[in-house]
């Protein structure tokens, strides 16, 4: 069993920050790509970030240069620094990994439950 778990979330200010945080516990042997996701209302969830076990790191256009993903192999997290907030970066975003457990050569992606981010004045 694989369980993930995000926090970090919350109201702030047009041009604030906030710090995105997610873990994954469990039965996990390997874990390939971290990332993080978003959906806002009436909206498809779309990507915000990724960062591949080697370290590169993939961006949407509308987060570049204000958002810095980061992972934390030996505590198997990942997290999303949010800089320069805009109300248009209101959402609520969901961390994946994908993943292996003990036992198995399947990769399979894990998600949070997703958690709230509210960009206003």
């Known amino acids: 069993q694989v369980q993930v778990l995000e926090s970090g979330g919350g109201l702030v200010q047009p041009g604030g920050s906030l710090r995105l945080s997610c873990t994954a516990s469990?039965?996990?042997?390997?874990?390939?790509?971290m990332g993080w996701y978003r959906q806002a209302p009436g909206n498809e969830r779309e990507l915000v970030a990724t960062a591949a076990f080697g370290g590169s790191t993939n961006y949407a256009d509308s987060v570049k240069g204000r958002f810095t993903i980061s992972r934390d192999n030996a505590k198997n997290a990942v997290y999303l620094q949010m800089n320069s907030l805009k109300s248009e970066d209101t959402a609520v975003y969901y961390c994946?990994?994908?993943?292996?457990?003990?036992?198995?050569?399947?990769?399979?992606?894990?998600w949070g439950q997703g958690i709230q981010v509210t960009v206003s004045s």
């Open positions: 469990g039965n996990i042997f390997t874990i390939n790509r």
């Open positions: 994946y990994f994908d993943l292996n457990t003990f036992g198995s050569s399947r990769f399979d992606d894990f």
